[in-house]
């Protein structure tokens, strides 16, 4: 009986094993996993002592802070993401950082059931948890020399801003504010990876996502006091029909525009006393003659 149990137990570990190795992967899921874990504004964060990783005990959940990334330990699975409150992404066992992988029990603050009688100074054991071909591919994860441990990396402070209905959702809005706000780049080659399958794996996002996602406080305010003097400006566009434009008068016709006849007439007007006089002054002339003979 004593021997059947452990058969079905070594079973149901390397069952587990299969499954965790199925369903996770290897490297990092398409962001947007819904693993219910809600963070609604920005966590106290506080260093693991003697480790670069840390953690967060106010919230009840497994929830870590390792070379640039967020990490959270749900069901049985690794979850990682730039923003507190994700989206998350899902990354494979056998990929894990090992720092992550060296944290110890008592900073589990939603310890699954199979931590139970676990040393809590000492990290899960995985290998026992995983199966032997997990252990077989992350050989030497639990040996290290804890005074060659890197610094824990700077937080990203400035996402404490960012709360509410401020809260980025957008991955590729995200990705611009880390890229403006926070310098650090991981240092673990591991991580280094999974930040490039996380960018390859950001869905696209529609201009319509991208004007209805969060903007700047500033924006913000610039279009509110805008607003009033567009709705104000559109009626009046609309009322006030065009003026008409004004000819200017016409003006009389001058001399030259009336055509040749009317020339003609004043200079026969002008002719006309002309021809008089000098038809006078030579009838004079005559009567002088006669007169003279």
Sequence with gaps: MRYAFVVLSVLLCAATSTLAQVSV???????GVSIGVNVPAYPELVVVPGY???YAPRLRSNYFFYDGMYWVYVDDNWYASYWYNGPWSLVG??????FLLRVPVRYYRAPPPYFRGWRSDAPPRWGQHWGPQWEQRRSGWDRWNRRSAPAAAP?????????GDRYPRAVDQ????????YRYQPRDAVVRQHYQEHVRSAPATSPRDRQEAPRDRRQQEVQQQRA???ATRRPQERSSPPAPQQ????QAPTPQQKGPAAQEQR???QQAPRSGREDGKGRGHEKDREERK
């Design 25 to 31: 992967g290897v490297g990092i899921g398409v962001p």
């Design 52 to 54: 670069p990783v840390y």
């Design 93 to 98: 066992s056998e990929v894990v950082p090992v």
């Design 155 to 163: 937080l990203p402070v400035y996402q404490r801003q960012y709360s």
């Design 174 to 181: 995200q990705q611009a504010l880390q890229g403006q706000r």
């Design 228 to 230: 009033p003097e567009q």
């Design 247 to 250: 000819q200017a008068p016409a």
């Design 267 to 269: 200079q026969q007007r």
